[in-house]
């Protein structure tokens, strides 16, 4: 029943700048946090950053501090991410998830279908 939707992605030129929706359905209030990740091609998967709805609280990887943001609009059961600054190596298929732990860790339950993300140097 869960249901997880992303969309925002694209084709931008490095130091452009794309926000990403994460639109959700179907989501118990235990499952609070809301987590982006990506995985680029030959990488493994890399926690981007999450928010929790409980008490707003936010983290996020070491590699897009001070370039992203992640916000939540609760009336439009959607999480953003603006993504500032890109550079190529953010180029990864980026995807939203549901979980009960505010982690940047692969601990979610319910996973949308990815959007593509693609930035050129």
């Known amino acids: 029943q869960p249901q997880l939707v992303e969309s925002g992605g694209g084709l931008v030129q490095a130091g452009g700048s794309l926000r990403l929706s994460c639109t959700f359905s179907g989501v118990t209030s235990a499952y609070h946090a809301i987590g982006w990740f990506r995985q680029a091609p030959g990488k493994w998967p890399e926690g981007v950053s999450c928010i929790s709805s409980r008490d707003g609280r936010s983290y996020y990887a070491d590699s897009v501090t001070g370039r992203f943001t992640i916000s939540r609009d609760d009336a439009k059961n959607t999480v953003y991410l603006q993504m500032n600054n890109l550079k190529p190596e953010d180029t990864a298929v980026y995807s939203c998830?549901?979980?009960?732990?505010?982690?940047?860790?692969?601990?979610?339950?319910?996973w949308g279908q990815g959007t593509q993300v693609t930035v050129s140097s």
């Open positions: 998830a549901a979980g009960k732990v505010t982690t940047l860790r692969t601990l979610y339950d319910y």
